[in-house]
C-alpha cells in the first residue's frame, strides 16, 4: 500500500496535512482538492502538503484553484509545499509563478 | 523562446476551454465561476471576480469570485462619466493604478487596494457595456505584459458575449412573462364576455333562465369524459354557453310564449341557429368551431334536425355535444308549456334517440359522468349542482343508469378527439 490513500491522505499530525493531487487536476479534482485544502486550513494546519506524485497534468483551472489555494494559506499563514511534481508540471508552475510561493519538495 | 511558445500553448489551451465553455454551459453562475478560473489558471492570477452590468441600474453586481474575500462589495455604481469611459476604452485592461482620476476607482479604492486588484477590463458586446473582470496580481509578481493583456482581452471578448446572451435570455424571458400575463387577462376577459353573453341569452326567456350557462357546463362534462384536453374542453364549454346567441333576435314573445308556438312562430324561432353562426362568425374564437356549434346544434343523426337537415357525419362534432347537452337541459328543466321530466324519462328518451337523435358515444360519456359522480367515483358534484339534490336522489337512478350504460356498450363507438375540428 502507498504511503497515501485512496481519499488522498493519511493520519499525519495535526500541524501537517497531506492532499492529493490526483491524477489529473482540472475542475472536477480541483474542486475536490480545494474543498479538502480548505478543511485542512480551517481545522488549522500549519503545512499544508499537495501531494502531486500521482500527477501527469495539471490544467488551467486546476492551476488557478492551487492559487486559491495558496492566497487562502497565505492568509492563515500556513506554509504549503508541493511534493512529487514531475518535470512538466514544474515547468508549468515556474512559467506562471506557482512555485514563488510554496515550497517545493 | 522555448517559455514564449509554452506560456502560448497554456494560453491556447484555457481559451480554447473557455470557448467550449461557454457554448456548452448551461448554468451561467457555473460558466462565469469557471471561466475566471481558466482566465486566472492561464496567466497565473492570484485573485479577482467577473461582474455582470445593469445599464438601468448603471451597477455592477459580482457574479464569480476567487480571493475577494467578504469585504469586497457584490455590488458597485458606476456614474454615467464612468460607463462613457469605459465605453471609449473599449475591452482592454484599464490599470487601476493609473485610472484614479475616475469617480469609480476613486469610490471603490478601498477595495481595489485591500485585494491588490491590478486591471480592470471592461466587458463591451455590440458598444454596449455587460459587465468587467477584476485582476489581481501576478503570481509571478511581474506585471502584466503586452500579451497578457491581449490574452485577456480574448478570453474577455468570450465572457462578455456569455453575459451578453444571459441578459438577451432574461430578456426574452420578462416578455415571455409579460406576454403569458396579458394572454391569461385577455384570456379571462374572453371567459367573463361569453359568460355576460350567456346571460344576455338567458335573460331574454324568462323560463330558461339559466339555459345557456347549463348547456355550457354539459358540455365541458360531456367534453371532459371524452379525455379532451383542458383548452378543448374549455372550447367545447364555450361553444355551450353560446350556442343559443341567435335568440337575441327573436321576438321576446315568441320565445316566452307559454303555449306550443304555431308553425309561422316556430320558422321564426327555428332562425336562430343561423343568426347565431352570423353573430360569432366574425370573432376570432381561440377554441373550437363556436360558430358552428350555434349553426347545427339542432341538427340530428338521422338527417330531421334544422336548419340543413344534415346527417350524422355532416353534422360538426361539436354540434352533436351542444345537440346533446342542450336537449338534455330542455328535458330536465321546467318549460312555460310543461314540468321537468323525472329521470328515468330522460335515460330512457337519451336511450331511445341514441343513433337517431344523439352520437350513441356521446349519450355514453353523459351517462357515465352522471353514474360516475352518483357512485363517488368523481368527486365533483357537476349533477348536483345544475339538476338539484332532489333530482339526482331519485329512486333506482343508479341502477338505470348502469343498465343504460350497459345496453349503450355494445354501439360502436367513434370517439372523435377535438382535434378533428377546426382550430382558430
Known amino acids: 500500500m502507498s504511503e497515501f490513500d485512496d481519499a488522498g491522505e493519511m493520519p499525519e499530525p495535526e500541524e501537517r496535512a497531506v492532499v492529493s493531487a490526483g491524477d489529473y487536476l482540472n475542475k472536477i479534482t480541483g474542486e475536490r482538492v480545494e474543498r479538502e485544502c480548505r478543511e485542512r486550513l480551517k481545522s488549522g494546519c500549519r503545512e499544508l502538503v499537495l501531494d502531486f506524485a500521482k500527477t501527469e497534468i495539471v490544467n488551467s483551472i486546476g492551476v488557478s484553484i492551487l492559487l486559491g489555494v495558496i492566497d487562502s494559506a497565505q492568509g492563515t499563514g500556513t506554509k504549503v509545499v508541493f511534493s512529487g511534481v514531475n518535470g512538466q508540471t514544474a515547468e508549468l508552475f515556474d512559467m506562471l509563478g506557482v512555485t514563488r510561493h510554496v515550497e517545493v519538495a | 523562446m522555448i517559455a514564449d511558445k509554452n506560456k502560448l500553448i497554456h494560453a491556447f489551451g484555457a481559451l480554447a476551454e473557455l470557448g467550449q465553455e461557454i457554448t456548452v454551459r448551461a448554468s451561467f453562475p457555473e460558466t462565469m465561476r469557471t471561466s475566471l478560473h481558466l482566465i486566472s489558471g492561464s496567466l497565473g492570477i492570484m485573485r479577482g471576480g467577473?461582474?455582470?452590468?445593469?445599464?438601468?441600474?448603471?451597477?455592477?453586481?459580482?457574479?464569480?469570485?476567487?480571493?475577494?474575500?467578504?469585504?469586497?462589495?457584490?455590488?458597485?455604481?458606476?456614474?454615467?462619466?464612468?460607463?462613457?469611459?469605459?465605453?471609449?476604452?473599449?475591452?482592454?485592461?484599464?490599470?487601476?493604478?493609473?485610472?484614479?482620476?475616475?469617480?469609480?476607482?476613486?469610490?471603490?479604492?478601498?477595495?481595489?487596494?485591500?485585494?491588490?486588484?491590478?486591471?480592470?477590463?471592461?466587458?463591451?458586446?455590440?458598444?454596449?457595456?455587460?459587465?468587467?473582470?477584476?485582476l489581481g496580481e501576478k503570481a509571478t509578481g511581474d506585471a502584466y505584459t503586452s500579451y497578457d493583456k491581449d490574452v485577456i482581452c480574448a478570453m474577455g471578448r468570450h465572457i462578455g458575449v456569455a453575459i451578453s446572451q444571459r441578459n438577451l435570455l432574461e430578456e426574452v424571458q420578462r416578455r415571455a412573462d409579460e406576454n403569458r400575463k396579458l394572454f391569461d387577462e385577455l384570456h379571462l376577459t374572453y371567459t367573463d364576455t361569453v359568460k355576460a353573453f350567456a346571460a344576455a341569452i338567458d335573460c331574454k326567456d324568462k323560463y330558461t333562465e339559466g339555459h345557456s350557462v347549463r348547456v355550457g357546463k354539459y358540455t365541458e362534462i360531456i367534453?371532459?369524459?371524452?379525455?379532451?384536453?383542458?383548452?378543448?374542453?374549455?372550447?367545447?364549454?364555450?361553444?355551450?354557453?353560446?350556442?343559443?346567441?341567435?335568440?337575441?333576435?327573436?321576438?321576446?314573445?315568441?320565445?316566452?310564449?307559454?303555449?306550443?308556438?304555431?308553425?309561422?312562430?316556430?320558422?321564426?324561432?327555428?332562425?336562430?341557429?343561423?343568426?347565431?353562426?352570423?353573430?360569432?362568425?366574425?370573432?376570432?374564437?381561440?377554441?373550437?368551431?363556436?360558430?358552428?356549434?350555434?349553426?347545427y346544434h339542432h341538427e340530428r343523426l338521422d338527417g330531421r334536425g334544422y336548419p340543413d337537415g344534415l346527417y350524422d357525419k355532416d353534422i360538426p362534432y361539436i354540434a352533436k355535444i351542444v345537440n346533446l347537452a342542450d336537449s338534455f337541459d330542455a328535458m330536465t328543466t321546467d318549460r312555460p308549456y310543461r314540468h321537468r321530466r323525472p329521470a328515468d324519462e330522460v335515460i330512457d328518451d337519451l336511450k331511445r334517440n341514441s343513433g337517431k337523435q344523439f352520437a350513441p358515444e356521446l349519450v355514453s360519456a353523459l351517462l357515465k359522468a352522471m353514474f360516475s359522480e352518483l357512485t363517488g367515483e368523481a368527486s365533483e358534484k357537476r349533477f348536483r349542482r345544475l339538476l338539484g339534490r332532489e333530482y339526482m336522489e331519485a329512486e333506482n337512478l343508479v341502477p338505470m343508469l348502469k343498465t343504460a350504460l350497459n345496453g349503450t356498450a355494445p354501439k360502436p363507438v367513434t370517439v372523435l378527439s377535438a382535434d378533428q375540428l377546426t382550430v382558430n
Open chain 2, 223 to 295: 367534453a371532459t369524459e371524452l379525455g379532451w384536453t383542458p383548452d378543448e374542453t374549455e372550447g367545447a364549454a364555450v361553444a355551450g354557453y353560446l350556442h343559443d346567441v341567435g335568440k337575441l333576435t327573436v321576438d321576446r314573445r315568441i320565445i316566452n310564449a307559454p303555449y306550443r308556438i304555431n308553425a309561422k312562430e316556430s320558422a321564426e324561432l327555428n332562425k336562430h341557429p343561423g343568426v347565431g353562426y352570423e353573430i360569432l362568425l366574425p370573432i376570432r374564437h381561440p377554441f373550437t368551431d363556436v360558430p358552428l356549434a350555434a349553426k
Open chain 2, 50 to 134: 467577473i461582474a455582470k452590468y445593469s445599464r438601468y441600474a448603471h451597477e455592477m453586481n459580482l457574479v464569480a469570485a476567487r480571493g475577494l474575500g467578504d469585504e469586497f462589495p457584490l455590488a458597485m455604481s458606476l456614474c454615467e462619466e464612468d460607463e462613457r469611459q469605459f465605453l471609449t476604452n473599449g475591452i482592454y485592461p484599464i490599470d487601476v493604478d493609473q485610472a484614479r482620476v475616475l469617480p469609480y476607482f476613486q469610490v471603490y479604492s478601498n477595495s481595489f487596494d485591500r485585494r491588490n486588484l491590478k486591471l480592470f477590463v471592461p466587458l463591451i458586446v455590440r458598444d454596449e457595456m455587460v459587465g468587467a473582470l477584476f
